[in-house]
């Protein structure tokens, strides 16, 4: 029996505030395989099995190449969105999957996601926008609209994406995409996973858009939405049950402050801050909330710095230089960091100066880390699973030889090569 797999990301320590989506998951849907990716390690000690994941995805586990150096050149932010895809691409080739939605960590659902089901009997791939209404003042408008014009027309808090051959293509291409590029540099065009979806409406037949006011609810669109009803069960959004909220920015402060500038009218509103402050103060608590990234240090225990990493994101003589960049033995990259990094990069080390030199460093876009970009191991495994496909139906041959074509022509060889070899 095909069934629809949920999943979200984020690290251990986050684990605990997850398990509030997790509850609403299984109060409305029941029968969905709930999925974690996880962009952590598990460490020694450390049983997760009585959490609420049907399947907990290990970093390690996604088959991303060279994934410690590739790991390192990211923020736990930019980590825990740049593994998405390569979770997408391999629940969507379950043979039990109808469907793969993608919900972020701060999300609850607050009623069944039929309208979203739906979509994807018809469609591809399914986006909610960050606004589906104009904003009515010149504030909104500068606070809203043009924040989505920087960061992404579509917010990437929720996917839903359908197992169809056009569906794992996109998810192979935001794979591509993401493995080079999942970085939060606005100046560059580039907001971690999420600018890219701007292009999947252009690139992909059969988006479906998702314009109801229900969905994705937030404080970059509650200007335009009217919040009404009791908690918890009985939520209304513009006459309609509300879906899911997404409580971005909780934990800096930045989500009650945008909805009290942007909501100050809606007690109701203000009513769901309240429950999920209250909620999460609870799960807060939890030792598994204090548990250390596993990407957080050099191998000796030395904190990385953001620079560090990205110097090394930069500098493809540095990747190769060192293919482990957290160990510590025999001096590594940290020791390099410490010593030629001071004098390339003085400014980097000026707590005045390091934000402009930052800017100034990324300011000519690189493909950033490619020591492991293009793997050369021919998978046998994947080829057989293409010939098998072919035979039970000829049209993914016809498919296939036209993707190939494809990339030859873009990218030549190396990116045949790489697709054979994931």
């Known amino acids: 029996m095909k069934k629809i797999h949920v999943y979200t990301s984020a690290a251990c320590n986050y684990i605990p505030k997850v398990r509030a989506l997790v509850e609403s998951i299984k109060k409305y849907h ?3 395989v709930v999925h974690l990716a996880l962009s952590d390690e598990v460490p ?5 099995s009585a959490e609420p994941f049907d399947e907990i995805h290990p970093i390690s586990s996604l088959d991303i190449p060279d994934v410690n150096g590739w790991a390192f050149c990211h923020t736990i932010v930019e980590l825990s969105t740049a593994i998405k895809p390569f979770l997408l691409a391999r629940l969507l080739d379950r043979k039990d999957c109808s469907g793969v939605i993608y919900l972020d960590p701060d999300t609850v659902l607050f009623s069944p996601l039929n309208d979203v089901l739906e979509a994807l009997q018809h469609s591809n791939i399914a986006l909610t926008p960050h606004q589906v209404t104009p904003e009515p003042t010149l504030a909104a408008i500068m606070d809203n609209e043009i924040s989505s014009l920087k960061h992404g027309i579509y917010n990437l808090g929720f996917l839903a994406v359908a197992p169809t051959e056009t569906g794992k293509q996109f998810a192979q291409w935001w794979s591509d995409r993401l493995y080079y590029f999942c970085r939060a540099e606005i100046h560059n065009g580039l907001f971690t996973d999420q600018r890219w979806i701007d292009l999947v409406p252009a690139f992909f037949e059969g988006v479906c858009i998702l314009r109801t006011s229900r969905l994705n609810v937030a404080p970059w669109n509650i200007t335009t939405r009217q919040i009404t009803g009791e908690l918890p069960d009985s939520v209304m959004v513009d006459g309609q049950p509300l879906g899911f909220y997404h409580f971005t920015g909780f934990d800096s402060g930045a989500h009650r402050t945008m909805a009290w500038k942007n909501a100050a009218n809606q007690p109701t509103a203000h009513a769901l801050i309240k429950w999920y402050a209250d909620t999460i103060a609870d799960l807060g608590k939890d030792p598994l909330s204090q548990v250390p990234w596993a990407f957080s240090r050099f ?3 030395t904190v990385i710095p953001k620079a560090a990493r990205l110097i090394y994101r930069e500098r493809l003589d540095l990747q190769q230089a060192f293919p482990d960049p957290f160990a510590t ?11 030629q ?9 000026d707590s005045e100066s390091s ?10 876009l690189t493909p950033g880390y490619q020591a492991g970009g293009v793997p050369m191991v021919f998978s046998s495994s994947r080829v057989r699973a293409h010939l098998g496909q072919v035979l039970d139906d000829p049209r993914h041959g016809v498919l296939l030889a036209k993707r190939a074509w494809e990339v030859l ?4 060889v190396p990116g045949v090569m790489k697709r054979i070899s994931r």
């Open 409 to 412: 022509r873009t990218e030549g």
């Open 329 to 339: 033995e025999g001096g590594g990259y940290l020791a390099w960091w410490e010593s």
């Open 299 to 301: 191998a000796d225990g």
């Open 341 to 349: 990094g001071r004098v390339e990069f003085p400014a980097l080390f």
């Open 355 to 364: 934000a402009a030199e930052i800017l100034r460093v990324t300011s000519a």
């Open 30 to 32: 029941p029968d969905w």
């Open 44 to 48: 020694a000690g450390l049983d997760l």
